[in-house]
């Protein structure tokens, strides 16, 4: 084992503690999966509800559609897209990506800086969609972790030193990887690009010293209250959105 791959290890093995939002995050993925995908079974989809789920569904379960959006003033669509996914692979590897890249980042800044990061990428990769497919039914929190990717990249390259540089790079790996992989599976690399500029712009802009952190503490964790308040708003409008239909 090179010194490379020891010092990866290390950062996977230390990033896995104290990982409460990311959790968090994690468990709302899969409940709101598991949900769907138990909608689908009771329509009569069986499998395919839950490898390939169809678009009526996903979008009956909170997937982004700009039309609606903008003609019906559905705007909870512009958050809980990404917490809908098109399948068990599509869940699967968000997941992966986001149990690897976001305890680190969690423990490096805090639990409300990260959802203010997640947040600003949920909605800046959306309004990308807009610009490049505004008809398209998207789905998935890619676009949100492609903003922690972002996010991790330019905010450790201002850190600097051995250990800055080689998260740094370490993140940059996952950046590549899930781009090629949103190449093969045809997946949103609008959202993709969008959410790793947010990320990266907010990332060249945070505070590094703890002195610096300290002073906007009081300010990141209002704008943390306020994220977590509309996701959990923007999730009981999708039932809500039921009844009106």
């Known amino acids: 084992m090179n010194a490379r791959y020891r010092?990866?290890?290390f950062f996977l093995k230390n990033s896995l503690r104290g990982s409460s939002?990311?959790?968090?995050?994690?468990y709302a993925n899969l409940i709101l999966f598991t949900l769907m995908v138990l909608h689908g079974?009771?329509?009569g989809l069986g499998m395919k509800a839950i490898m390939n789920p169809p678009v009526d569904l996903m979008a009956h379960w909170g997937a982004q559609y700009w039309p609606w959006v903008l003609n019906n003033g559905e705007w909870w669509r512009c958050i809980t897209y990404a917490f809908t996914h098109g399948g068990l692979i599509h869940l699967g590897f968000n997941?992966?990506?986001?149990?690897?890249?976001?305890?680190?980042?969690?423990?490096?800044?805090?639990?409300p800086r990260l959802l203010t990061v997640y947040m600003?990428?949920?909605?800046?990769?959306?309004?990308?969609?807009?610009?490049?497919?505004?008809?398209?039914?998207?789905?998935?929190?890619?676009?949100?972790?492609?903003?922690?990717?972002?996010?991790?990249?330019?905010?450790?390259?201002?850190?600097?030193g051995g250990l800055g540089l080689q998260r740094r790079n370490f993140m940059f790996q996952w950046a590549v990887m899930a781009f090629v992989f949103g190449f093969i599976v045809g997946a949103d690399n609008a959202a993709h690009l969008g959410g790793a500029i947010a990320g990266a712009a907010m990332g060249w802009f945070m505070p590094i010293s703890i002195r610096s952190q300290r002073k906007t503490d009081g300010l990141f964790k209002w704008i943390a209250m306020g994220c977590a308040v509309a996701i959990v708003i923007s999730i009981v409008f999708i039932p809500i959105s039921w009844l009106a239909n």
């Open 7 to 9: 010092n990866q290890q």
């Open 21 to 26: 939002l990311v959790q968090i995050l994690i």
């Open 120 to 160: 600003t990428s949920t909605l800046l990769a959306t309004l990308a969609g807009l610009i490049w497919h505004p008809v398209a039914v998207v789905v998935g929190a890619s676009g949100a972790i492609f903003g922690l990717i972002g996010f991790s990249i330019t905010f450790y390259h201002r850190v600097g």
């Open 95 to 111: 997941m992966v990506v986001l149990y690897q890249v976001g305890p680190l980042l969690e423990a490096e800044i805090g639990w």
């Open 41 to 43: 079974t009771v329509m």
